[in-house]
């Protein structure tokens, strides 16, 4: 053996060979030996092999799905907790017992019963021959009585990509697992405006018990977001008052700045410009906030009117040969955050139609991302 193959001791005090390390597979982030989890299905007494595989049967959607052959060949029992296709296994009670002794990223989505496992002509499986689950089979179908039960099918298809879903139908049962459930709980708060958690689902994994259960708990209704008069003094966050502090220790530099140069080619109206900078900086109050003091302590002060109108400062003739040398420059110097307001533009003029406008933003009021917003604002001001 090798360091990291799967292996367990039998009753009978022998070492038994499940799996190679090698044939680790990452599903949702967590790493997973198929073979621990085909050992765990192998010991329902009904079950004469098993096979672990992941499939991405859509796109971006990795489910671990079992294939049983079963120990005998008497009738097929299925139960709903599974998707089943064969005969003498309960596909109920192997899934309890998966479930018992798996963690939950472990469990299968679904378990397949076929009659024999296709093999290549070596006699190993043929694991692309696999058929794909059907989870279709344990469909109840029985159609939604009100408009949130209707509205909850809809977004139970649309997470599981399962269709003609009926309200008795088990998440879970329909190939649902920790992830789908944070997506779905997250589309049911967008949708419905409900604060509902993760173990809501898993207590009441059905349309109508989720829907019984939301009428039931009207405390999970989210509030609505209302306007609140401002306070006279509006405190910094934490972040703001760590960036004021180093600002304070430091006094202005460029170690916060966050530049963005954009080259601009052809007919450049100016004065359309600086009132579509004035646009954007009306509507972001970031960018028109500075952080006085009062009793040595920093608070926010959001700039309004004409104080407001951000200048556009306009560079002429600079040739290509100074244009990094000047980027840089601007980009260096820093900002009074107490006076200053923590955007700064600057278009530098190369020649008729090609220009080169620099945004410095200090970090205060920006990151990263909130450059790309910007810029599209900009755009669609201008």
Not at 224 to 253: D, H, I, N
Not at 291 to 311: I, K, N, S
Not at 319 to 324: A, D, K, N, R
Request: glycine content about 8%; proline content about 7%.
């Amino acid at each position: 053996y090798r360091t990291g193959d799967v292996v367990r001791w039998r009753s009978d005090g022998q070492l038994e060979f499940l799996a190679r390390a090698d044939a680790q597979v990452k599903v949702r982030g967590f790493r997973i030996e198929p073979g621990e989890i085909e050992a765990v299905l192998a010991g329902d007494e009904a079950v004469g092999q098993a096979v672990v595989q992941v499939r991405e049967d859509r796109p971006g959607d990795k489910r671990l799905v079992a294939y049983l052959i079963p120990a005998t060949t008497t009738t097929t029992t299925t139960t709903g907790a599974g998707v089943g296709v064969g005969v003498g296994v309960d596909v109920g009670q192997v899934l309890a017992g998966a479930r018992d002794r798996l963690p939950d990223y472990m469990v299968p989505s679904a378990l397949v019963v076929l009659e024999r496992l296709p093999l290549t002509p070596n006699g190993k499986v043929d694991r692309k021959a696999l058929p794909a689950p059907d989870y279709t089979t344990t469909l109840t179908r029985r159609a939604p009585r009100t408009p949130r039960e209707e509205i909850l099918c809809e977004l139970f298809t649309e997470v599981l990509g399962v269709t003609d879903i009926g309200i008795d139908d088990s998440f879970f049962s329909l190939g649902g697992h920790s992830l789908l459930a944070t997506r779905l709980i997250s589309r049911i708060r967008t949708t419905l405006g409900l604060e509902l958690g993760i173990r809501a689902l898993f207590e009441s994994p059905t349309v109508a018990g989720l829907s019984a259960r939301t009428d039931r708990e009207t405390s999970l209704a989210r509030q609505p977001l209302t306007s609140r008069p401002r306070p006279e003094t509006v405190p910094v966050s934490f972040a703001q008052r760590r960036l004021w502090f180093l600002g304070q220790l430091e006094g202005p530099s460029g170690t916060y700045n966050i530049p963005m140069s954009l080259r601009l080619r052809g007919q450049l109206d100016i004065g359309a410009l600086r009132l579509a900078l004035t646009d954007v900086v009306g509507r972001h109050e970031s960018l028109r906030t500075l952080f006085p003091q009062t009793d040595g302590q920093p608070r926010q002060h959001v700039v309004e009117g004409d104080a407001a109108v951000l200048p556009l400062t306009v560079t002429e003739s600079v040739t290509e040969e100074e244009l990094p040398e000047a980027l840089a420059r601007e980009a260096r110097t820093g900002f009074d955050l107490a006076r200053d307001l923590p955007l700064r533009v600057r278009l530098f003029v190369l020649g008729p139609k090609e220009y080169v406008l620099l945004a410095v933003v200090h970090h205060i009021a920006a990151d990263g991302w909130s450059m790309t917003p910007f810029a599209r604002d900009l755009s669609t001001a201008y």
